[in-house]
């Protein structure tokens, strides 16, 4: 589903009021099981990558980013994920599988390192320790199962926390008050925003950049995205100076029909045609006019710039960490 306007407006209104105590009742369940002690604690690192609202923020690249800082520090990465809009349970070690089975992040974040997808953390962290020398989980930060060495929160610069209020009334996934203690560091991809959230937490900004061909510039196109904000991939297009004549947004992770296909296909009329990676992956594999739009796609890869300050945080972790037998908690 698409977050419901409502969500990012600061005055809040009159649903997110009637939907308030739906909310509240949600974060106190979602505070308490953040709150309790994990199930399984593994001999490697454990990076967590989440944020405090629903949808995305930018986890991915900040994933492989971390990933990237890690391999040059000399350590062996392994992503685990949930897999999410994926039919597997796992845990399971991502392969020749598609989109359907283990979700379009998994299949990203397999182009750079080994990827579990399991719904148990816990399960799936055992799966991972042996097939690397640290754990970056992406999302799973309101998830206690595995013990985390080091999390992360993503918040999105430009709508920060909505309304601040948990879902279905707002955007939260927990209340702010319980995400904090445990975090280690808070990530604003665009820049930390004057109305920083009060913390003692260190405060990083993080760029995530669009790589476009030069041969675009100008031309005109048609932008389709199915993720957290789409608004955010076509403004970065024309910011880029791509003239995105037509923007097709679909909800997070929307699994493209072949009707879908065929109208994208139409409406594109013979232009270029410009999506990202999370949606491309949904549309690998596939025959008829997925197979013909898949062909047709041009992906925009996005990265993700860490500051020094933050690197040197990460590599503390794992140059710091001291190898231990799984344990396993009642």
């Known amino acids: 589903m698409k977050a419901p306007r409502f969500w990012w407006r600061r005055d809040r209104g009159a649903a997110a009021h009637c939907l308030a105590p739906i909310g509240a009742i949600v974060g106190t369940i979602a505070a308490r099981r953040m709150a309790s002690p994990p199930r399984v604690r593994l001999s490697i690192p454990v990076y967590c990558v989440g944020n405090p609202t629903v949808g995305g923020a930018g986890k991915t690249p900040i994933a492989l980013a971390i990933a990237k800082v890690l391999a040059e520090a000399g350590a062996m990465p392994v992503f685990l994920t949930r897999g999410y809009g994926g039919s597997l349970k796992g845990p399971v070690t991502v392969g020749e599988h598609t989109a359907s089975e283990v979700g379009d992040e998994a299949l990203i974040l397999a182009e750079t390192a080994p990827t579990v997808v399991a719904r148990d953390r816990g399960k799936g962290g055992v799966l991972a320790e042996t097939l690397g020398t640290a754990v970056i989980m992406d999302d799973g930060f309101q998830n206690p199962a595995l013990a985390k060495d080091w999390s992360a929160l993503v918040v999105d610069a430009v709508v920060g926390l909505g309304n601040a209020l948990v879902t279905p009334a707002g955007p939260m996934r927990a209340p702010l008050a319980a995400h904090l203690p445990q975090a280690d560091a808070l990530l604003f991809v665009g820049g930390v925003p ?82 990202t990676a999370k949606d491309a992956v949904r549309l690998r594999g596939l025959d008829g006019a997925r197979g013909e739009l898949a062909a047709r796609l041009t992906v925009i890869p996005v990265t993700a710039e860490l500051d020094e300050a933050l690197e040197a945080s990460i590599r503390r972790v794992y140059e710091g960490s001291a190898p231990s037998p799984p344990e396993f908690v009642a």
């Open 194 to 275: 004057d109305d920083q959230i009060a913390t003692s937490l260190p405060l990083h900004p993080v760029t995530v950049r669009q790589s476009i061909d030069p041969a675009l510039k100008g031309a005109a196109v048609l932008a389709f995205a199915g993720i957290g904000r789409p608004e955010k991939f076509f403004a970065g297009l024309e910011t880029e100076g791509v003239l995105v004549e037509e923007k097709v947004a679909f909800a997070d992770h929307h699994p493209f029909t072949e009707g879908d296909a065929k109208a994208l296909l139409a409406a594109a009329n013979g232009r270029p045609v410009l999506t």
